[in-house]
């Protein structure tokens, strides 16, 4: 049985630790929940999907608005427990979080994926038909 959810409290989010590891594995459990609270109070949010009640997939994002993008959904984080990778979950999930910005009446959705990712970057685009429309570049603030 597959459920999409919100999570939205500290166990909820210690659940979803190690499927977030698997995306950003330079965190331990204490840095990252410090830093979701402070993100929830931005307006992150986190959905997971599970299957049988397991988390095998999960989606950070926010609800933005800018002068590029409009009102848009920014997907910070999308990740599928590497031992259910394609078995459609993360598709599932996307479209979820699709449908949830048309209801909220966004004009696109956005996100940013590393650069040597090129496994995502193929299911972006040939399975979830987004464009790349730019780079992403950054620097360090010392």
């Not at 956005?110 to 650069?115: D, E, I, R």
């Amino acid at each position: 049985m597959i459920e999409i959810q919100e999570l939205t409290s500290l166990e909820g989010w210690k659940e979803a630790f190690p499927v977030m590891q698997e995306l950003r594995p330079r965190l331990d459990e204490s840095a990252y929940l410090h830093l979701i609270q402070q993100m929830t109070q931005e307006g992150y949010r986190m959905f997971v999907l599970r299957e049988s009640g397991v988390i095998v997939s999960l989606a950070g994002i926010a609800i933005l608005t800018n002068l590029y993008y409009d009102r848009h959904i920014w997907v910070y984080d999308l990740v599928t427990a590497s031992h259910t990778r394609s078995q459609g979950y993360g598709q599932q999930l996307l479209g979820f979080i699709e449908d949830l910005g048309k209801q909220a009446g966004c004009k696109l959705i956005a996100l940013s994926s590393g650069a040597k990712r090129t496994d995502a970057h193929r299911f972006y685009q040939q399975r979830m038909n987004y464009t790349q429309t730019s780079y992403v570049f950054q620097k360090e603030l010392t």
